[in-house]
């Protein structure tokens, strides 16, 4: 017997249609494979989409392809990820359960001081499963602490336990930003944890928790997993084969697309230093249908992070063919230019501070940006920039009414 465990796809994540093609492409791949293979049941503990409710493309998409894995008699059985979780079943997940093409695990039968779960038994195998959502904002831990583990423990035969989150006991350098929560909240003595949330393929053993597993991201639900994937990280899936117990526990790659990876150390440099750096840098590569992954990092010892030529350098690598430019210059900072912290006794007078201290740094031709209305605009400008999301307002028209806010302020149309 077998079953294939998938996580984190991120469906409908890329904006682009060439990596929306490739996002695409990688996951229907797998799903070929499940299929071709014939393996008995698929597991995805969360974010098979970014959103609860991805855009119509991407639903279409997803429906089509589990109909044929449907079709082809294999049951998946799903969690809730942090993406595309939603306390009121308000999800594509949702329909796709509704017509049988998804199973939810969390199976609630009672609630008092614990939250008691039933098991999902699969027809085929007699695999028990069960499992809990991933929550938003870090919730994990207390959702968590009120599960009535005894009751799933007691329970005799071959386990399976879905979950979407970190665990404390992998934390990383990388990773340790990120929400997680003790090992010791999951039911013990289980066979299996498929679990969902980070990023990258691992498979650990621990006392009373064996073979707990992350397959990773399949393509990438961040733009940090594409720097990965160019840095040669392999992405893809996890085949289990098993009887009573487990007896293999395998992870296969998948490969998505070609990458060029591009790294510049800034510091200690002129900005046209840089600049002539990267273009030589480039003009050695051979971009066609690759994803470029340029990161800059280092202070400058002379010229403004503006002067780099980001722009034109995308441009260039787009016309010799290249299927997508990533650029992450976010360690990227300036000797000439630092944003000084200035002190006071409230939050007001902290912002009246800090704004009036930096914009005594710049030389602008505009001088009603400058002195006390530069400061009066830059408060402003900050007020707009932080307004809340207003009840049932769409995210675009969110983003568009700030932006008009934010013009209007400029006096900009």
Same mark, same amino acid.
């Given at each position: 017997?077998?079953?294939?465990?998938?996580?984190? $796809?991120?469906?409908?994540?890329?904006?682009?249609?060439?990596?929306?093609?490739?996002?695409?492409?990688?996951?229907?791949?797998?799903?070929?494979?499940?299929?071709?293979? /014939?393996?008995?049941?698929?597991?995805?503990?969360? &974010?098979?989409?970014?959103?609860?409710?991805?855009?119509? /493309?991407?639903?279409?998409?997803?429906?089509?392809?589990?109909?044929?894995?449907?079709?082809?008699? $294999?049951? %998946?059985?799903?969690?809730?990820?942090?993406?595309?979780?939603? @306390?009121?079943?308000?999800?594509?997940?949702?329909?796709?359960?509704?017509?049988?093409?998804?199973?939810?695990?969390?199976?609630?039968?009672?609630?008092?001081?614990?939250?008691?779960?039933?098991? +999902?038994?699969?027809?085929?195998? *007699?695999?028990?499963?069960? *499992?809990?959502?991933?929550?938003?904002?870090?919730?994990?831990?207390?959702?968590? #602490?009120?599960?009535?583990?005894?009751?799933?423990?007691?329970?005799?035969?071959?386990?399976?336990?879905?979950?979407?989150? *970190?665990?404390?006991?992998?934390? +990383? #350098?990388?990773?340790?930003?990120?929400?997680?929560?003790?090992?010791?909240?999951?039911?013990?003595?289980? &066979?299996?944890?498929?679990? !969902?949330?980070?990023?990258?393929?691992?498979?650990?053993?621990?006392?009373?928790?064996?073979? %707990?597993?992350? @397959?990773?991201?399949?393509?990438?639900?961040?733009?940090?997993?594409?720097?990965?994937?160019?840095?040669?990280?392999?992405?893809?899936?996890?085949?289990? &084969?098993?009887?009573?117990? =487990?007896?293999?526990?395998?992870?296969?790659?998948?490969?998505?697309?070609?990458?060029?990876?591009?790294?510049?150390?800034?510091?200690?440099?002129?900005?046209?230093? %840089?600049?002539?750096?990267?273009?030589? /840098?480039?003009?050695?590569?051979?971009?066609?249908?690759? $994803?470029?992954? =340029?990161?800059?990092?280092?202070?400058?010892?002379?010229?403004? +992070?503006?002067? =780099?030529?980001?722009?034109?350098?995308?441009?260039?690598?787009?016309?010799?063919?290249?299927?997508?430019?990533?650029?992450?210059?976010? *360690?990227? +900072?300036?000797?000439?230019?630092?944003?000084?912290?200035?002190?006071?006794?409230?939050?007001?007078?902290?912002?009246?501070?800090?704004?009036?201290?930096?914009? !005594?740094?710049?030389?602008?031709?505009?001088?009603?940006?400058?002195?006390?209305?530069?400061?009066?605009?830059?408060?402003?400008?900050?007020?707009?920039?932080?307004?809340? $999301?207003?009840?049932?307002?769409?995210?675009?028209?969110?983003?568009?009414?700030?932006?008009? #806010?934010?013009? #209007?302020?400029?006096?900009?149309?």
């Amino acid at each position: 017997m077998r079953f294939a465990h998938l996580a984190d $796809i991120h469906l409908g994540f890329q904006k682009s249609e060439s990596l929306q093609k490739v996002e695409q492409e990688t996951f229907e791949r797998v799903l070929d494979d499940c299929i071709t293979s /014939r393996v008995d049941f698929i597991l995805i503990p969360g &974010d098979l989409f970014h959103v609860n409710i991805p855009e119509m /493309r991407v639903q279409k998409f997803a429906f089509r392809k589990f109909k044929q894995v449907h079709d082809a008699g $294999i049951p %998946v059985y799903v969690v809730y990820g942090s993406h595309d979780f939603s @306390p009121v079943s308000n999800s594509v997940i949702d329909l796709l359960v509704e017509v049988g093409y998804l199973v939810k695990v969390t199976r609630v039968i009672g609630v008092d001081e614990l939250i008691h779960l039933d098991f +999902t038994v699969d027809k085929k195998t *007699g695999a028990q499963i069960a *499992g809990l959502s991933g929550l938003k904002a870090g919730k994990d831990s207390m959702y968590y #602490e009120k599960l009535d583990r005894k009751s799933l423990e007691s329970v005799p035969g071959f386990k399976i336990f879905l979950f979407h989150g *970190g665990l404390d006991e992998m934390k +990383t #350098e990388e990773t340790s930003q990120g929400d997680f929560m003790p090992l010791s909240l999951l039911p013990k003595n289980f &066979d299996y944890y498929a679990g !969902g949330h980070l990023h990258s393929f691992s498979h650990h053993n621990y006392s009373d928790y064996p073979n %707990v597993v992350y @397959p990773g991201t399949l393509f990438a639900g961040y733009h940090s997993d594409l720097e990965e994937n160019a840095k040669g990280r392999k992405r893809g899936y996890v085949v289990v &084969d098993f009887d009573a117990k =487990i007896n293999a526990i395998q992870f296969v790659p998948v490969p998505n697309v070609e990458y060029e990876h591009v790294e510049i150390d800034a510091h200690n440099k002129l900005s046209k230093s %840089v600049n002539s750096e990267m273009a030589e /840098r480039l003009a050695s590569i051979e971009p066609e249908d690759k $994803i470029v992954v =340029i990161h800059v990092d280092g202070e400058l010892s002379q010229g403004k +992070t503006s002067e =780099i030529e980001f722009s034109a350098f995308r441009q260039e690598l787009k016309e010799r063919g290249a299927l997508e430019v990533k650029i992450n210059q976010s *360690g990227l +900072t300036s000797r000439e230019y630092r944003i000084t912290e200035a002190s006071g006794k409230n939050k007001d007078e902290i912002e009246n501070n800090t704004f009036r201290e930096n914009i !005594g740094e710049l030389r602008l031709d505009q001088k009603e940006l400058l002195a006390e209305s530069g400061v009066a605009i830059a408060k402003k400008l900050l007020s707009v920039l932080n307004a809340p $999301i207003l009840e049932n307002e769409k995210k675009t028209d969110y983003a568009k009414r700030v932006e008009d #806010e934010a013009l #209007e302020v400029l006096d900009l149309k």
